[in-house]
């Protein structure tokens, strides 16, 4: 036996009425209509569910059955549509993002701010991770999308270009790169260098730009503050792209954008290929794409775009 929703809102209306005209004008049918209707209910389950008298209108003891299950079924799918319905005006919500940790740091924020400002009910999940931990987070579905830049495999992945995020030497204050009016990559080669782990974004994009040109780092590191600490040390220079620059920011260190062609790390909104996001996912992917220009601009001192 299968019975529509249309069909069990019948049957309780004429439960509670008690009457088949006030029943039928309750659910917006004639009553000729409204009376196959219920006809029909009691064909199907193949038992009476109402006394019927020219004044009387009563359930009977298998209608009582139905009774009590159908008015739970009605609330609960009454309770569905209703956090569909919340789902689609944005009101709730979950959307999980991976994104690379100076993006997570240093873009992200005030966007994911303004977001939830906007949309109080909609929860969020930031996954910081370096470039083969977003990619992996995405194929397997335990996020929605990622921002990242691409990695070797990108098999069933769909990604839409961002930003590009142009690379600044970043050097001691009083390093003889600092007082060049023009640094370029060749020039900064030649000194020893701090660089990230391999499986970062920023050391996969010089490895791919420079090949056999990129020296073996002094120092190899995991993060971008122990870059910051090494270089201040005086134990390298470093190549970094724009958007990690806050890492930097200090008096004892100076910061180049290299001249001639440079650098750039393509960063990216990537999701699984042929999957539709959620609503509440659809609308921060749309406003990342929105506030796309944002990327790099708070982070690259003034006068060195």
């Given amino acids: 036996m299968n019975l529509s929703t249309r069909q069990l809102r019948a049957f309780v209306a004429l439960a509670d009425e008690r009457h088949f005209t006030r029943a039928a004008a309750r659910c917006h049918l004639t ?10 209910i009691e064909d199907d389950a193949g038992v009476k569910l109402f006394h019927r008298s020219t004044r009387h209108v009563e359930l009977t003891a298998e209608g009582a059955v139905l009774d009590a299950s159908a008015r739970r079924l009605l609330a609960d799918f009454d309770l569905v549509m209703a956090d569909l319905q919340d ?7 979950h959307v999980a993002l991976a994104a690379l940790p100076s993006l997570a740091a240093g873009w992200l924020p ?6 939830k400002g906007a949309y109080p009910g909609i929860s969020l999940d930031l996954r910081d991770a370096l470039l083969g931990g977003c990619l992996e987070m995405v194929h397997s579905g335990r996020v929605d999308f990622a921002v990242a830049a691409r990695g070797p495999d990108m098999n069933e992945l769909e990604t839409v270009l961002l930003q590009s995020d142009r690379y600044h030497l970043v050097c001691p204050a009083e390093h003889p790169l600092a007082q060049q009016a023009k640094v370029r990559m060749q020039d900064v080669v030649r000194w020893p260098m701090i660089q990230l782990a391999r499986n970062s974004s920023v050391r996969v994009l010089l490895e791919d730009a420079l090949g056999a040109q990129l020296p073996p780092p002094v120092l190899e590191v995991e993060h971008l503050a122990t870059v910051a600490g090494l270089v201040m040390a005086g134990l390298g220079v470093t190549v970094v792209p724009a958007m990690t620059l806050f890492h930097f920011r200090r008096p004892e260190l100076a910061i180049r954008p290299l001249a001639g062609k440079g650098l750039a790390r393509a960063l990216y909104l990537i999701k699984r290929e042929g999957r539709t996001l959620s609503v509440a996912a659809e609308t921060l992917y749309q406003l990342l794409m929105q506030r796309r220009g944002e990327i790099g601009a708070r982070n690259t001192p003034a006068g060195l775009s």
């Fill in 87 to 93: 789902h689609a005006a944005r009101r709730r919500g």
């Fill in 110 to 115: 005030a966007i994911l701010a303004d977001f």
């Fill in 31 to 40: 009553q000729p209509a409204f009376s196959a209707m219920i006809r029909g």
